[in-house]
């Protein structure tokens, strides 16, 4: 993926890009808002990772001038402000996913995966087929193997996550945002205990588990075993 | 502060002034409309009596002599004075000592002499046929009486009201300013850095009295304030410090350890020391922005219900997971004016301590209802509850059961519950033993959301 980063603290952007670029990504990088504005307008990116506070032309600006300019790639905001108004505001303007500082770097590349792969139009109705499971969002239903499997709703949604972004690292806060619209910690495992039932249930009389645990950064599912 | 600088006395002196200028004023009109009347009434007593006199002396000097001589024999008229000359100018008839005027017509002031005393007049002069002159005058002595009287009158209303005035100005001004002196004591003690000091109130429930308690209030509030802000600056360098010199610590120890695996340990355990204090932080700015009650800007009308429901099915594997077990008792289509992921953080917090600190087999209650214009949510458990600590105090910021010292967590999941509850005009209550209970009820969101 060619990806920009747009971030004045000269630290963190080159862990930023070092970090992405042992990914196998290429990077560009840009310290000023005006400068990363007409980066993004020249070049071509599958997605942006932008700090909210620069010199210059500040994030929220940015990303409204971004897509002022019908220029739709996906942007990951990221800031220090964690306030509840803050995030809003983030989203408002554009962004298409917002990560508060400080940050494990698992968990900004998780979210720089799942922007860049996500498609221009997401189709609600099309199934999501990983192995032998299909999932039908339309009409809720999940199969094994042509065998139903009956998933309470939070279960059903945590799947149809994991299957979203099938090949990618989905993280635990991303799971509480997407499916619970938590934008907090809860210190009880609850997105673990969803998943240890959901894995069960779609287990049952299967051998292989097709939702691998990445330690200390979320869960993955693989298109092929 | 000196009474002439008293914006209260310069105020009530300036009208006190006002009313006895205007009371000058119009003392001086009606002194000269009494005046004038009087001149006129007395100039028209004296055309009638002359105009009697001649009809009376029709035939001539003679008769009019005549008339003269029976009015003063009559003494009928003692105001009056008479006086007939001839052409050459002796008198013909009439007691009156005073030089007639040679041409015809009134005399305001004409001076004369009465038991040898010299007195002023008003007259009329009347040419009669063959030189003759006759001259009817009145003794100004009433219309002075009355002009005296008058002036001495208003001149004393004047004087009064002056003085009235200034006596009234002084009195408010002095009431005014001691009234004032004790709001401005208060406030120069509190400068001075007696903050407990409190206007003193008169308890009469006058003007003062309730600006004065409006001034307590404010102090109150502001004390809270600083109390608040006092009590976090100490809570953070205390609860901050015991983890800083922990993550100091444990990186000198890294720094200090050759086995590679130790040192990779240690900074493993630095790096989680550094994530909790950022916890904590973040804990605190979030309190801090609820309790700013900036959150409210953003309240909309909710769906409680489902909020609530939502959280409970998200704790449900992971209370059943633990040996513990749920009970939701939620009423449906429970509207609320409010921030719906503050209050999903709240259950939340409360929530995340049934799982944290009860052991195994305890029941976890969710309890919501409306009742008219309160809605009820309870959050209960018949765990151990907190001992000997279950109280309001709980809800402050780093206080934690003694019990639970040793389980993670920074003592700001109910300062946090606190904050969102009092952001939503919630009362908050932890119930008694046995079990631990957070009990709210919500008043006026629930009035809003039905609008």
């Known amino acids: 993926m060619r990806i920009l980063i747009v971030e004045d603290d000269a630290d963190t952007s080159r862990y ?202 979320g869960y993955l599912m693989r298109d092929a075993p | 502060m000196t009474l002439a600088r008293s914006a209260t006395f310069r105020l009530v002196a300036l009208v006190g002034l006002g009313f006895a200028l205007a009371t000058l004023a119009i003392g001086i009109i009606a002194f000269e409309a009494t005046h004038e009347a009087l001149e006129l009434q007395l100039d028209h007593r004296i055309a009638i009596e002359t105009q009697a006199l001649l009809d009376e002396g029709s035939d001539g ?155 307590n209030l404010m102090l109150d509030r502001i004390g809270k304030l600083m109390e608040n802000l006092r009590q976090v600056s100490s809570d953070v360098a205390h609860d901050l410090r015991t983890p800083l010199t922990r993550l100091l610590n444990r990186l000198d120890d890294a720094m200090h350890e050759r086995c590679a695996t130790r040192q990779h340990t240690a900074i493993a355990a630095a790096a989680h020391e550094a994530a909790e204090l950022l916890e904590v932080f973040s804990a605190l700015l979030r309190i801090a922005e609820v309790e700013g009650l900036a959150a409210q800007a953003r309240f909309q009308r909710i769906d409680l219900s489902h909020a609530v429901s939502d959280v409970a099915e998200a704790f449900r594997p992971a209370i059943e997971a633990g040996g513990r077990q749920l009970f939701a008792d939620i009423e449906p289509d429970v509207a609320l004016h409010g921030d719906r992921r503050l209050l999903q953080q709240m259950l939340t917090n409360l929530l995340d301590n049934a799982v944290q600190h009860t052991p195994k087999g305890t029941v976890v209650r969710i309890r919501l209802r409306q009742s008219g214009d309160v809605i009820r949510l309870a959050v209960v458990d018949d765990g151990p509850g907190a001992g000997e600590n279950q109280g309001q105090g709980l809800f402050d910021r780093f206080v934690r059961v003694d019990r639970s010292r040793s389980s993670p967590g920074h003592g700001l999941g109910l300062a946090m519950v606190s904050a969102i509850a009092a952001a939503h005009a919630a009362d908050a209550r932890i119930s008694p033993p046995p079990g631990f209970g957070v009990h709210f009820a919500f008043t006026g969101s629930a009035e809003r959301a039905a609008l």
């Open chain 2, 61 to 215: 000097p003679e008769g009019i002599a005549a008339a003269i001589r029976r009015r003063e024999a009559a003494s009928t008229s003692a105001s009056l004075g008479y006086r007939l000359v001839g052409p050459t100018g002796q008198t013909v008839a009439g007691a009156l000592d005073a030089a007639v005027p040679h041409t015809p017509g009134y005399v305001e002031l004409l001076p004369y002499s009465a038991h040898g005393e010299q007195r002023i007049a008003q007259s009329l002069t009347t040419a009669l046929p063959g030189g003759y002159r006759l001259l009817v005058a009145a003794d100004r002595g009433a219309i002075d009486a009355m002009d005296q009287g008058l002036l001495g009158l208003f001149l004393g209303a004047f004087g009064a009201l002056l003085i009235l005035g200034i006596a009234a100005a002084w009195a408010v001004g002095a009431v005014t300013h001691r009234r004032l002196a004790r709001i401005d004591q208060t406030a120069r003690a509190i400068i001075g850095g007696d903050f407990s000091r409190r206007v003193v109130l008169s308890g009469k429930g006058d003007e003062f009295d309730r600006v004065g308690e409006t001034i």
């Open chain 1, 16 to 217: 930023i890009a070092r970090s992405l670029m042992e990914l196998g990504h290429q990077v560009a990088s840009s310290s000023d808002g005006r400068d990363a504005l007409f980066q993004a307008t020249e070049g071509t990116f599958d997605a942006m990772v932008i700090d909210r506070m620069l010199p210059g032309l500040d994030g929220l600006a940015l990303v409204k001038a971004l897509r002022a300019a019908d220029n739709t790639t996906p942007v990951l905001m990221l800031t220090a402000l964690d306030g509840i108004a803050d995030r809003v505001e983030g989203l408002d303007s554009g962004a298409d996913d917002y990560l508060v500082k400080p940050f494990a770097f698992s968990e900004l590349a998780a979210r720089v995966h799942a922007l860049g792969r996500r498609p221009a139009t997401t189709s609600e109705q099309a199934h999501l087929c990983v192995g032998d499971i299909v999932l039908d969002p339309y009409r809720r239903a999940v199969t094994r193997g042509g065998h139903k499997v009956a998933l309470q709703p939070r279960e059903f949604a945590v799947l149809a996550e994991l299957m979203r972004h099938a090949g990618r690292i989905v993280t635990r806060t991303m799971l509480l945002e997407r499916v619970w619209d938590f934008h907090f910690d809860p210190r009880t495992n609850i997105v673990e205990t969803h998943v240890s039932r959901l894995r069960s249930k779609l287990n049952a009389g299967f051998d292989r588990d097709p939702i691998e645990t990445v330690r200390g950064a």
